[in-house]
């Protein structure tokens, strides 16, 4: 699933080509490409200009000239591509957005591709600054108002173990498997240690080992494995290259030289060095 640093590359992407443009046609065609809860049909925004482009956590939304917002979210598969019109259409097109100005062999069109339809499109009204859906979802670690002192008082309150404490988007926004593996392990810290029994010191180096981490996957363009990860222009994310433990049982740690090790832990597979992370 497309994590903060794959949906910020996304958001970044996007923001390139897409500003002060407006939207002449909306087209969805499979139906769960609009979420059931979307105020209106995809049609709506027909007409709107796109002002910004903005992210929170894993969501993004197309802040546009209206009273309401258009909302995307990735789900395990989606992608949204910047393409002319001409361009051959993709066997998973879920929905497609043309905008007035032009490429050379077309009209700029957003696609949302999906092959495992998870993802969906949403039209919304706002929650204060944010869309209805997203109202819920914590401050990210790269918003200006993102308190850490606070998210550490949170998980430290925790009964649960560290890792899904910070993979609960209601306390901190953004972070998924990927990258909590990283972090954790950057950290020196077992998923499966206990908040309560974590220092305040210990959560706060979990906190800022994800922003770091998340941060050189950014750079990198995010995290790809196959097909289903694109930035806007298609291409891949290098950090894959990069990553210390996730996907690398079996393989010598980095820091360490002991065998990776995948444990089947909160629904997910978590990737941890024994020795380095206790």
């Known amino acids: 699933m497309p994590e903060l640093p794959e949906v910020e590359t996304v958001r970044s992407g996007l923001e390139k080509y897409i500003l002060g443009k407006k939207i002449t046609n909306a087209e969805s065609f499979h139906p769960r490409a609009v979420k059931p809860g979307s105020i209106a049909p995809l049609s709506a925004v ?8 903005k992210r929170r956590g894993k969501f993004l939304w197309l802040e546009l000239d209206r009273d309401f917002t ?3 979210h990735l789900g395990m598969s989606g992608q949204l591509l910047v393409q002319p019109a001409l361009a051959p259409l993709q066997s998973h097109l879920r929905a497609k957005l043309t905008l007035a100005g032009r ?18 499109l949403c039209v919304e009204e706002f929650v204060g ?12 670690p790269f918003e200006e108002s993102f308190d850490i002192n606070k998210v550490i008082t949170r998980i430290k309150s925790k009964k649960c173990a560290i890792k899904p404490a910070i993979l609960n988007q209601e306390i901190v926004s953004g972070i998924g498997n990927i990258y909590a593996d990283e972090a954790l392990w950057r950290a020196k810290i077992h998923p499966e240690v206990v908040c309560e ?25 995010g995290t790809s494995f196959d097909e289903q990860y694109k930035n806007v222009n298609g291409e891949s994310g290098y950090f894959s290259r990069s990553l210390k433990v ?18 089947a832990f909160a629904n997910r597979s978590s990737h941890f060095c024994p020795r380095c992370q206790r």
């Open 103 to 120: 490429f050379k062999s077309g009209s700029d069109q957003i696609r949302f591709i999906d092959q495992r339809t998870f993802g969906w």
């Open 246 to 263: 996730y996907g690398r049982e079996g393989e010598k740690c980095s820091r360490c030289g002991s065998a990776i090790h995948r444990i």
């Open 197 to 221: 029994d974590l220092s305040e010191i210990e959560i706060k180096k979990v906190i800022t080992s994800a922003m770091s981490v998340m941060k050189s996957a950014i750079k990198s363009g």
């Open 46 to 53: 027909i007409g709107s200009k796109i002002k910004a482009v």
């Open 70 to 72: 258009l909302v995307a």
């Open 129 to 140: 600054e944010v869309p209805a859906s997203v109202a819920h979802i914590a401050i990210d």
